[in-house]
């Protein structure tokens, strides 16, 4: 009996990751992912030090990260551990680029997340005051955020060279915004879009207000008076330009799709412009 | 020709060519240790033979490029991979011995792809590893990061 349950000890011993000299378990953790390696490291104590190492999170930080840091506004801590440097940059988004954007990590992944400030966009009549303003906000990440007083287009671009991306990575594009005055933006949908090198991959429509946030009604002057007016539900706004806007079976427009704003959890809102892809930038000098 | 000898005493002559893939081999071969049978004390003789069959199909990797046997090579490593956990882990301890780069790479590659996405229970019962973290020592970790411990991904089956 005695002898048996020895032999079943060693048994159940012999084939565990953690007779793995530490830098084998350390390499084989690093082939996996951020996601994973912290969940294994709930797996046993051995795991647990490996899933710490410097070895294994070198892999999931970015390779240029240095060169990014670098040029970085925001005073970053040293981090003794790798680790603790990947979960600081996941969670606090250091400015870059001489504050136009901002750099994170996302946590599942690491993979290089950019955000393009205001300052970064290309705004038409952004200088002039009648149209836009200048701002800062507490809420903000950035120095300053444009607030739109009133435009006749509403015309928003940005761009980002593809090369500081992260490769073989399927990105997504967002705006986000939030509302002070929601005058001019429940009457039609918005056309957004992303593209490489010029080339436009991904268009969808959307009502960057929120359909909570929507009146049911809005005044407009009729003869000197003031009229209510039932607003048309988005559904119907859609139908209606859809009509105007698109010729009978426009094959690109026809696939494009609705997209309604997401509160995120820092209070602003956002909408996705599209999705796109990158393999490996070797062609591009 | 150079002979090499697993930790049960038994030799196997494998050609230069091949066995230079390992580090280890090749600078003992360049310091001039290499005149007679070289003891590999850590590993066994059914390791050793898998060992000599990567190194034999990964002679000449460059001209494999050349000729269009990349495909082949591919095929030859998946193949190759397809292992118990036991034998595996055995693999990747004698080409960490050795120092063979590649076949490092290639087996902690397909350790990582059976562990990837599994969950806290399947990765012990896969790898028969005891917890033996406290109560305490767990909610810490969980704390630490609580968003990798739930989403549908998860997968808790064994295989």
Redesign the interface.
């Given at each position: 009996m005695g002898n048996e349950r020895s032999k079943k000890v060693k048994?159940?011993?012999?084939?565990?990751?953690?007779?793995?000299?530490g830098?084998?378990a350390e390499?084989?953790?690093?082939?996996?992912?951020p996601?994973?390696v912290?969940?294994?490291?709930?797996?046993?104590?051995s795991?647990?030090s490996a899933a710490v190492s410097d070895s294994v999170w070198e892999k999931f930080l970015p390779s240029d990260l240095q060169s990014i840091i670098a040029t970085s506004l925001s005073p970053i801590p040293h981090f003794p551990l790798k680790k603790d440097l990947y979960?600081y940059l996941c969670h606090y988004p250091i400015l870059i680029d001489a504050g136009l954007k901002s750099f994170s990590l996302e946590?599942?992944t690491g993979k290089k997340c950019y955000f393009l400030g205001a300052r970064d966009l290309n705004l038409p009549w952004s200088d002039v005051a009648q149209y836009w303003n200048w701002i800062s906000r507490p809420d903000s990440r950035f120095p300053e955020v444009a607030k739109l007083n009133q435009v006749w287009v509403l015309d928003i671009q940005g761009t980002i060279r593809a090369g500081v991306l992260s490769p073989q990575t399927s990105y997504s594009a967002y705006l986000v915004y939030k509302f002070e005055d929601v005058y001019g933006f429940y009457h039609r949908p918005l056309v957004v879009s992303v593209g490489v090198s010029g080339f436009q991959l991904d268009q969808r429509i959307t009502f960057m207000l929120p359909v909570e946030r929507r009146p049911q009604q809005y005044y407009h002057i009729e003869d000197g008076n003031w009229e209510s007016v039932y607003l048309p539900s988005y559904p119907q706004q859609l139908l209606h330009w859809q009509r105007r806007h698109m010729q009978g079976n426009d094959a690109s427009l026809m696939q494009s799709f609705v997209q309604h704003p997401k509160l995120r959890d820092d209070g602003w809102l956002e909408v996705e412009l599209g999705e796109f892809f990158l393999l490996e930038m070797k062609m591009i000098a | 020709m150079v002979k090499l000898k697993s930790n049960d005493d038994k030799e196997f002559e494998v050609e230069e060519a091949a066995v230079i893939q390992s580090e280890m081999i090749k600078n003992m071969i360049e310091d001039g240790c290499a005149t007679s049978v070289i003891p590999l004390p850590n590993i066994d003789s059914k390791t050793l033979i898998k060992v000599i069959e990567y190194l034999n199909k990964h002679i000449n990797m460059g001209k494999a490029a050349e000729t269009g046997e990349e495909d082949d090579l591919k095929e030859f490593d998946e193949q190759f991979v397809n292992m118990g956990w036991e034998e595996l882990f055995d693999v990747i301890m004698a080409a960490n011995y050795l120092n063979i780069h590649e076949l490092m790479e290639l087996c902690c590659q397909s350790a990582a792809d059976r562990l990837k996405n599994k969950s806290v229970r399947a990765v012990r019962e896969m790898l028969k590893i005891t917890n033996d973290l406290t109560e305490e020592e767990e909610q810490e970790i969980i704390n630490d990061a609580p968003w990798a411990f739930e989403g549908p991904e998860i997968d808790d089956t064994v295989n």
């Amino acid at each position: 009996m005695g002898n048996e349950r020895s032999k079943k000890v060693k048994k159940s011993n012999c084939n565990c990751l953690s007779l793995l000299p530490g830098d084998c378990a350390e390499k084989i953790l690093g082939f996996t992912s951020p996601v994973d390696v912290c969940r294994f490291s709930l797996v046993s104590k051995s795991l647990q030090s490996a899933a710490v190492s410097d070895s294994v999170w070198e892999k999931f930080l970015p390779s240029d990260l240095q060169s990014i840091i670098a040029t970085s506004l925001s005073p970053i801590p040293h981090f003794p551990l790798k680790k603790d440097l990947y979960v600081y940059l996941c969670h606090y988004p250091i400015l870059i680029d001489a504050g136009l954007k901002s750099f994170s990590l996302e946590k599942w992944t690491g993979k290089k997340c950019y955000f393009l400030g205001a300052r970064d966009l290309n705004l038409p009549w952004s200088d002039v005051a009648q149209y836009w303003n200048w701002i800062s906000r507490p809420d903000s990440r950035f120095p300053e955020v444009a607030k739109l007083n009133q435009v006749w287009v509403l015309d928003i671009q940005g761009t980002i060279r593809a090369g500081v991306l992260s490769p073989q990575t399927s990105y997504s594009a967002y705006l986000v915004y939030k509302f002070e005055d929601v005058y001019g933006f429940y009457h039609r949908p918005l056309v957004v879009s992303v593209g490489v090198s010029g080339f436009q991959l991904d268009q969808r429509i959307t009502f960057m207000l929120p359909v909570e946030r929507r009146p049911q009604q809005y005044y407009h002057i009729e003869d000197g008076n003031w009229e209510s007016v039932y607003l048309p539900s988005y559904p119907q706004q859609l139908l209606h330009w859809q009509r105007r806007h698109m010729q009978g079976n426009d094959a690109s427009l026809m696939q494009s799709f609705v997209q309604h704003p997401k509160l995120r959890d820092d209070g602003w809102l956002e909408v996705e412009l599209g999705e796109f892809f990158l393999l490996e930038m070797k062609m591009i000098a | 020709m150079v002979k090499l000898k697993s930790n049960d005493d038994k030799e196997f002559e494998v050609e230069e060519a091949a066995v230079i893939q390992s580090e280890m081999i090749k600078n003992m071969i360049e310091d001039g240790c290499a005149t007679s049978v070289i003891p590999l004390p850590n590993i066994d003789s059914k390791t050793l033979i898998k060992v000599i069959e990567y190194l034999n199909k990964h002679i000449n990797m460059g001209k494999a490029a050349e000729t269009g046997e990349e495909d082949d090579l591919k095929e030859f490593d998946e193949q190759f991979v397809n292992m118990g956990w036991e034998e595996l882990f055995d693999v990747i301890m004698a080409a960490n011995y050795l120092n063979i780069h590649e076949l490092m790479e290639l087996c902690c590659q397909s350790a990582a792809d059976r562990l990837k996405n599994k969950s806290v229970r399947a990765v012990r019962e896969m790898l028969k590893i005891t917890n033996d973290l406290t109560e305490e020592e767990e909610q810490e970790i969980i704390n630490d990061a609580p968003w990798a411990f739930e989403g549908p991904e998860i997968d808790d089956t064994v295989n």
